[in-house]
């Protein structure tokens, strides 16, 4: 991080702005908003400024800059058009201490100012840390489109209800949970619709009703991650990773998507190795179904979708024995991810009329899966857990007709800036994996479709900029 994002209290605090022409304008009106004391230091006043001076909303010292006017100041704004007198205030200002932002070289400055969606008091500050004033100005944009309006009005409205809401919820969770069902409900509803009144009703309604009996149960969010880039995560995904109080997440959980959780929700690792188990399946499902009755609301948080090589279906069904509300979102399977990002369409017209997913994480060796369907032609087969029995996968698929020159790719991290693609057959995709030290995750994908990657690929996560 280049800067420290703040919200700087500068109510009653004189605040210093060297200049006076369009720009040293609407940073002093940002001042005012703010409710800082402004003082304006320059020989001559512009249109604007000239009218804030008519309003009695600045305090015009009427001559250039000298050592010693920043003396009393908690924030200096240098914005003349004069390049060695904002220099000069900078340096005043850095050596007093005193934060000083630069118009005409913000990086030159000790802070810089941000775009600004306001609905006050509620306040989104963008910045891009100086680099594309452009593209915060673009952010800004799509953030305005997104953030209805009235989240002023609702911030006051909750303002007016806090200390009440405090006393009737002494626990913080709890308090949290009631926050969330107003700011997400029909409260927040008739507040956008302009319906003040009967927002405020209800509101009260909801406090009453919440005295008699404050207890909320908690419930169970089956969430599907996805194959690693955040991109893919769905929108409810993403609503319910804000939303939860406890993650149980496991180890192909990105670390880019754990970002995006809630910040202090609490964290527990079920981490999932191929047999090695951080916490047993057993002890998971009971985990959950204990957290939930505790009252909270649980983020049972897995890399892929929870149904496909994710034992989500045992997790529900004891949530449904212990009658314990739940959800269960999709997310985007590593087969359909990984060969998207690789490239290698898993049905074609010409070569593959089926694709069959399969786990290569075999309890009883290869007797386990039914080669003799595995080795059809016109399929794409995807083996997941299937690097530790490479060999012996593409040896089965010989033994049972498929031919050794059939197309085979190793996906390693597929979607996310270190994904690596190995393209080989049935004769040396196990020799690929030892020379490239291939790694979990990693998908396995036998087929004519393979042949694809060569023209089709397009995601190529090693062009960083760096
Ligand atoms: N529920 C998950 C699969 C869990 S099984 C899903 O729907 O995707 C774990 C296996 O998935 C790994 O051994 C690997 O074969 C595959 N896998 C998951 N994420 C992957 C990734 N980003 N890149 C390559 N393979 C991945």
Redesign the pocket.
């Known amino acids: 991080m280049n800067y420290l994002p703040i919200f700087y209290d500068i109510k009653n605090k004189s605040c210093i702005v060297v200049g006076a022409g369009g720009i040293a304008s609407r940073k002093v009106d940002l001042l005012n908003k703010a409710g800082a004391k402004v003082t304006v230091i320059s020989p001559i006043l512009g249109n604007e400024m000239a009218r804030f001076m008519d309003d009695g909303k600045i305090i015009w010292i009427d001559r250039t800059f000298q050592s010693g006017d920043l003396v009393d100041a908690y924030l200096v704004i240098a914005a003349t058009s004069d390049k060695a007198v904002n220099e000069q205030v900078a340096e005043e200002a850095e050596s007093l201490k005193i934060p000083c932002n630069r118009v005409e070289s913000p990086e030159q400055g000790s802070f810089i100012m941000p775009s600004i969606i306001n609905r006050d008091p509620v306040q989104i500050a963008v910045s891009t840390g100086g680099t594309s004033p452009v593209l915060a100005r673009l952010i800004r944009t799509n953030l305005e489109s997104c953030t209805p309006s009235a989240y002023g009005q609702l911030a006051k409205l909750v303002e007016n209800y806090r200390t009440q809401v405090k006393q009737t919820f002494t626990k913080v969770e709890e308090r949290r949970k009631f926050w969330e069902s107003i700011l997400e409900g029909p409260v927040a509803e008739h507040v956008f619709a302009g319906r003040n009144n009967d927002a405020k009703a209800l509101l009260e309604k909801m406090i009453e009703e919440a005295n008699a009996d404050p207890n909320y149960k908690g419930e169970v969010f089956l969430v ?1 991650a996805g ?2 880039d955040p991109d893919l995560l769905t929108f409810r995904a993403l609503r319910l990773m804000q939303k939860a109080d406890v993650i149980v997440y496991d180890r ?1 959980v990105s670390e880019p998507i754990m970002d995006l959780v809630r910040r202090d929700a609490e964290r527990i690792y079920a981490g999932k190795e ?1 047999s090695n188990h951080a916490i047993p399946q057993e002890n998971i499902n009971q985990l959950l179904v204990r957290l939930a009755k505790e009252g909270k609301r649980v983020l049972r948080l ?5 149904f ?3 034992r989500g279906g045992e997790e529900i069904s004891e949530l449904i024995d212990e009658d314990i509300p739940f959800q269960v979102v999709p ?1 985007i ?3 359909s ?2 060969t998207t990002y690789a490239g290698i369409p898993l049905t074609h017209r010409d070569y593959a009329q089926a694709c069959i997913f399969v786990t290569g994480h075999l309890k009883d060796g290869s007797s386990d899966l039914n080669w003799e369907m595995l080795s059809h032609k016109n399929q794409t087969v995807v ?5 530790k029995n490479v060999q012996m996968i593409c040896d089965e698929l010989k033994k049972h007709g498929r031919k050794a020159s059939t197309p085979a790719a190793l ?6 800036p270190d994904q690596r693609v190995f393209i080989g057959d049935l004769d040396t995709l196990a020799d690929l994996v030892l020379q490239n030290n291939v790694k ?4 396995i994908v036998v087929g004519e479709v393979v042949e694809l990657h060569k023209k089709l690929h397009w995601f190529k996560p090693g062009e960083e900029i760096k």
């Not at 979990?440 to 998908?443: G, M, S």
């Open positions: 599907g194959p690693g192909l191929r897995k890399g892929g979708d929870n496909i090589f994710g997310g399977t590593a087969a991810g990984c083996f997941y857990m299937g690097l996906i390693e991290k597929g979607t996310t979990a995750p990693t998908l």
